[in-house]
């Protein structure tokens, strides 16, 4: 069972970058492909990003397209999310998780092992 740990959320105005890192632990890490959600209050949770065991692989929502960049370091056991031109609509908790499939999937139910979350607030 993998366990991840979310962390680099904060506050930021809008326009501004922050980077989401998912730390995994477990030594099978290199192989699960990865996704990305987030949670607004009162919404359901929405895809984000995807990414492949190698990083190769990405997929992303039309909403974070060209704004959002989602890598790994398989050495370090970690997946990342670059966020830039931050915008208001985008506050929400992101979470990671392990893709049950292994292809690029948006479903929220073909993903497991989530983490706790980590607050994104950015202001107009």
């Known amino acids: 069972q993998v366990q991840l740990v979310e962390s680099g959320g904060g506050l930021v105005q809008a326009g501004d970058s922050l980077r989401l890192s998912c730390a995994a632990s477990?030594?099978?890490?290199?192989?699960?492909?990865m996704g990305w959600f987030r949670q607004a209050p009162g919404k359901e949770r929405e895809f984000v990003a995807f990414i492949s065991t190698s990083g190769g692989v990405t997929r992303y929502a039309d909403s974070v397209k060209g704004r959002f960049t989602s890598s790994r370091d398989n050495a370090k056991n970690t997946v990342y999310l670059q966020m830039n031109s931050l915008k208001p609509e985008d506050t929400a908790v992101y979470y990671c998780?392990?893709?049950?499939?292994?292809?690029?999937?948006?479903?929220?139910?073909?993903?497991?092992?989530w983490g706790q979350g980590t607050q994104v607030t950015v202001s107009a």
């Open positions: 477990g030594r099978t890490f290199s192989t699960n492909a």
């Open positions: 998780a392990v893709s049950s499939t292994g292809y690029s999937t948006t479903r929220y139910a073909n993903y497991h092992s």
